[in-house]
């Protein structure tokens, strides 16, 4: 069974940067896909960020509102995803999530459905 663990969510202040972990255990952590996504109150989820680094393809995918902003990166050895999230703005406030997509092959992020393991969020709180 697949268990994702997001830490490293708190509060910042505008302008900061926070570095968000995601621990994956309990399967191939490197052949899957790996995406970060965020829900506002009263909003539904969205999606974040994306990367896939498998032997064959490379790949990493923004939503427009963090691009060059946001950076997604993982370290398939520990088993981690992180979210470095800069300039962050009042507008990030979200609880973030963690998911996994497994038996992925496309050349972009996949669809929400996809993602079959989500982790429980961490919640990010940005002050102006």
């Known amino acids: 069974q697949v268990q994702l663990v997001e830490s490293g969510g708190g509060l910042v202040q505008a302008g900061g940067s926070l570095r968000l972990s995601c621990a994956a255990s309990?399967?191939?952590?490197?052949?899957?896909?790996m995406g970060w996504f965020r829900q506002a109150p009263g909003k539904e989820r969205e999606f974040v960020a994306a990367v896939d680094w498998s032997s064959s393809v490379s790949w990493t995918y923004y939503a427009d509102s963090v691009k060059g902003r946001f950076t997604i990166f993982r370290d398939n050895a520990k088993n981690t995803v992180y979210l470095q999230m800069n300039a962050v703005k009042s507008e990030d406030t979200a609880v973030y999530y963690c998911?996994?997509?497994?038996?992925?092959?496309?050349?972009?992020?996949?669809?929400?459905?996809?993602?079959?393991?989500w982790g429980q969020g961490t919640q990010v709180t940005v002050s102006s």
């Open positions: 998911a996994a997509a497994p038996n992925y092959y496309g050349t972009g992020p996949p669809a929400t459905s996809r993602y079959a393991y």
């Open positions: 309990g399967g191939t952590f490197s052949s899957y896909v």
